[in-house]
T-cell receptor
Framework: AQSVAQPEDQVNVAEGNPLTVKCTYS??????LFWYVQYPNRGLQFLLK??????LVKGSYGFEAEFNKSQTSFHLKKPSALVSDSALYFC????????FGAGTRLTVKP | DTGVSQDPRHKITKRGQNVTFRCDPI?????LYWYRQTLGQGPEFLTY????????KSRLLSDRFSAERPKGSFSTLEIQRTEQGDSAMYLC??????????FGQGTRLTVV
């Protein structure tokens, strides 16, 4: 069965600094990997995905993620964090049903 | 297409009652997922359909929970004999084979 792990419950960064939110996965076969963001009292919003092709994928709001097959990782990154990026971030894996990680709360301080 | 819709948005029920939620996926999507989410936690997988076939069901799910997707279109999730621990947000999502999952706004269940 597939699973994802988000090893950090909380990530704190200063505005303008780069941010990384970590995700590792376990799946049989080729993984489909996703990042979602959730703002308070809002639904889950899709950020980006890796299905095939270039290991570096770019998504919404300046976010990107790098698929690393040897390390089974799919870390989310942004070169310069904004206060408005503060939210809950979830990594997810497929190829069959979709399983989510426990989430990482990102706080960007001014 | 207006996206994934869920009904009702909110449900308050007394312990022991049965409740049923409905999800209308994006029309061309063959995959449909149900999740449960509590505050600050990740979506907990409940069950998954590919067209009308229910292909996976969480082992955490008791036999009080059942889901259907007749004709591969809308889906229903029923909880029988509700308990206070069932209080949560119930999320539905749909996708095609190569797309991300699109989520509905959820149904918030409160069991009193």
């Amino acid at each position: 069965a597939q699973s994802v792990a988000q090893p950090e419950d909380q990530v704190n960064v200063a505005e303008g600094n780069p941010l990384t939110v970590k995700c590792t996965y376990s799946v049989s076969g080729n993984p489909y990997l996703f990042w979602y963001v959730q703002y308070p009292n809002r639904g889950l919003q899709f950020l980006l995905k890796y299905i095939t092709g270039d290991n570096l994928v770019k998504g919404s709001y300046g976010f990107e993620a790098e698929f690393n097959k040897s390390q089974t990782s799919f870390h989310l990154k942004k070169p310069s964090a904004l206060v408005s990026d503060s939210a809950l971030y979830f990594c997810a894996v497929r190829p069959y049903d979709m399983r989510f990680g426990a989430g990482t709360r990102l706080t960007v301080k001014p | 297409d207006t996206g994934v819709s869920q009904d009702p948005r909110h449900k308050i029920t007394k312990r022991g009652q049965n409740v049923t939620f409905r999800c209308d996926p994006i029309s061309e999507h063959n995959r449909l997922y149900w999740y449960r989410q509590t505050l600050g936690q990740g979506p907990e997988f409940l069950t998954y359909f590919q067209n009308e076939a229910q292909l996976e069901k969480s082992r955490l799910l008791s036999d009080r929970f059942s889901a259907e997707r007749p004709k591969g279109s809308f889906s229903t999730l029923e909880i029988q004999r509700t308990e206070q621990g069932d209080s949560a947000m119930y999320l539905c999502a749909s996708s095609s084979d190569m797309t991300e999952a699109f989520f509905g706004q959820g149904t918030r269940l409160t069991v009193v």
